[in-house]
Structures are given as structure tokens and as C-alpha cells.
């Protein structure tokens, strides 16, 4: 069954630094999602693309957070520069048209120190 | 999204089945019930959805009120590797913005 592909699956960086994020969705699902999930909560949307253009990005603190899909196919987030509160899984899922649903990859599990 | 109340934890015996409640009481005539759980340190999985028929698949069967106001996810014989939070989305169809919104989930451990 085709999956998510996320990387790294784990990052430690320092408070400052800039960090990026790598998501590859399954084969032609046109829309992609990008989650944050603070530990013991449940993951929370950060921005959505459908195909190269972004439908919600109201969640994405803009100051620090970029993501780009310019293809519309694989995508990366940026945070830069990182903060202590951003320790979290990064989560991508993608979805085929209509009601489909999202499938999920194994996320990036961040740490700021 | 219609907002949804799931119990924060359950208990369930290897082998019997789990029964796991949500209650989506303001749920509107178009929107879908989705159901997802995580096992720990992976992404969600999606289990199974429904618009208002009870549904099957080889994971699960959804079994949804006449009303709509609730449902509930059954796993039929719950095995160690079923330990995760479950969550109970609603999702409305056709909209355009199509992502989940996750609350707190329930965790099911199963005891053996």
C-alpha cells in the first residue's frame, strides 16, 4: 500500500537555528496537509495545499513557518528561526479528491533545545 | 466541524470486543463521521468513515444513531496491537477545505 514519506524522522536543533522538513504524498493525491502535534494532544493543522496552492495557511504562525509545494507534488517546512515551544511532531498527510481520506506519514519528531 | 465528545480512556480485554463511543450532537445533515487512531510514536491511521449507514471494513464496523448524534466504533476482537488513541472526527463533505480537525482522542489500552 503506497504511504507518506516524511524526513528526518527525528531533529534536534538549537533555539535559533532554521530547520526544514521533507513530505512526499502518495501518488497523485492532489491535496496536502501539514499538522503539528504537541505530545499527549491531537494534531493540529498548520497549512493545506491543493495541488501548488495554498487553501489554509490561517494556522501557520507566518513569522517563523513557511511551506512550499511547487510542484504540487512533495513539500517542505521551514521554521526559522526555531523556538523552544516548536519541540513537536510534524505530521504530512495527503488526500485524492473529493471525500477521500487523509493518510498520514509517520511524521518528523522535532527537538529545540 | 460539528465539535465531538469521546470518554478520555478505555479498558478493554484481549480477545473481546471494543466498543468506543463518540458523541457529535450538533452534527450537520452533510457532515461525514471519521474515524482514526494512532498508535504511539506513528501518524494517525485512518480506520473508517460514515455518512448516516452503519459501515464495515476489515478493521472495524461503524455503527451510527438514527439521529445521528452519536456512534460508535467496534472493534470485534481487540488484540494487544489495537492499544492507541482512537479519535471521532466530523468532517463536513464538499467544502473545499477538506482537513481534520483532532481533539483530545480516547486511549484504549487492551489488557491481556
Known amino acids: 500500500e503506497a504511504e507518506v514519506a516524511q524526513s528526518p524522522r527525528y531533529k534536534i536543533t538549537e533555539k535559533s537555528q532554521a530547520v526544514a522538513f521533507w513530505c512526499d504524498p502518495i501518488?497523485?493525491?492532489?491535496?496536502l496537509y501539514w499538522y503539528r502535534q504537541i505530545l499527549g494532544q491531537g494534531p493540529e493543522l498548520l497549512v493545506q495545499f491543493q495541488d501548488e496552492s495554498v487553501v489554509d495557511d490561517s494556522q501557520l504562525p507566518k513569522d517563523r513557518f513557511s511551506a512550499e509545494r511547487l510542484k504540487g507534488v512533495d513539500s517542505t517546512l521551514k521554521i526559522q528561526p526555531a523556538e523552544l515551544g516548536d519541540s513537536a511532531m510534524y505530521l504530512c498527510?495527503?488526500?485524492?479528491?473529493?471525500?477521500?481520506?487523509?493518510?498520514f506519514g509517520n511524521g518528523t519528531r522535532l527537538t529545540v533545545t | 466541524d460539528a465539535k465531538t465528545t469521546q470518554p478520555t480512556s478505555m479498558d478493554c480485554a484481549e480477545g473481546r470486543a471494543a466498543n468506543l463511543p463518540c458523541n457529535h450532537s450538533?452534527?450537520?445533515?452533510?457532515?461525514?463521521v471519521y474515524w482514526y487512531r494512532q498508535i504511539h510514536s506513528q501518524g494517525p491511521q485512518y480506520i473508517i468513515h460514515?455518512?448516516?449507514n452503519n459501515e464495515t471494513n476489515e478493521m472495524a464496523s461503524l455503527i451510527i444513531t438514527e439521529d445521528r448524534k452519536s456512534s460508535t466504533l467496534i472493534l470485534p476482537h481487540a488484540t494487544l496491537r489495537d492499544t492507541a488513541v482512537y479519535y471521532c472526527?466530523?468532517?463536513?463533505?464538499?467544502?473545499?477545505?477538506?482537513?481534520?480537525?483532532f481533539g483530545s482522542g480516547t486511549r484504549l489500552q487492551v489488557q491481556p
Open positions: 472526527i466530523v468532517r463536513v463533505a464538499d467544502t473545499g477545505r477538506r482537513a481534520l480537525t
Open positions: 460514515g455518512l448516516k
Open positions: 501518488s497523485g493525491h492532489a491535496t
Open positions: 450538533t452534527i450537520s445533515g452533510n457532515e461525514y
Open positions: 498527510a495527503s488526500s485524492d479528491r473529493g471525500n477521500s481520506p487523509l493518510h
